[in-house]
């Protein structure tokens, strides 16, 4: 299975992007989906997550009405629109597979893809 991110780039304060993550396969139709992200010299932190159905989402009190997690079944793809950005935001984006649980390491995601990285620039 591969996780393939994008939409990553350089934006100012107060700006909007949109990442995608697409799955290779069909197979993990039934598992939820998230996003993580690493900001230089912090850990790996959870930013959202959204059930197999879409029909759930959970999100970071850091980011929860700024960003935004969606998926297109169809196309097995997550989204991540990320509004109102500042500094804290800048950081590599992940996106993952699991089944979702916050008792759970990692919230219970098990396959990752490649980061995309999102520079904030104030």
């Known amino acids: 299975v591969q996780l393939q991110a994008s939409g990553g780039g350089w934006v100012q304060a107060g700006g909007s992007l949109r990442l995608s993550c697409a799955a290779s396969?069909?197979?993990?139709?039934?598992?939820?989906m998230a996003w993580f992200r690493q900001a230089p010299g912090k850990e790996r932190e959870f930013v959202a997550a959204?059930?197999?159905?879409?029909?759930?989402?959970f999100y970071a009190g850091s980011v929860k009405g700024r960003l935004t997690i969606s998926k297109d079944s169809a196309k097995n793809t997550v989204f991540l629109q990320m509004n109102s950005l500042n500094s804290e935001d800048t950081a590599v984006y992940y996106c993952?597979?699991?089944?979702?649980?916050?008792?759970?390491?990692?919230?219970?995601?098990?396959?990752w893809g490649k980061g995309t990285l999102v520079t904030v620039s104030s």
């Open positions: 993952a597979v699991g089944v979702y649980s916050n008792r759970l390491r990692n919230y219970g995601m098990e396959y």
């Open positions: 396969t069909h197979t993990y139709t039934n598992y939820d």
């Open positions: 959204i059930s197999w159905s879409g029909k759930t989402t």
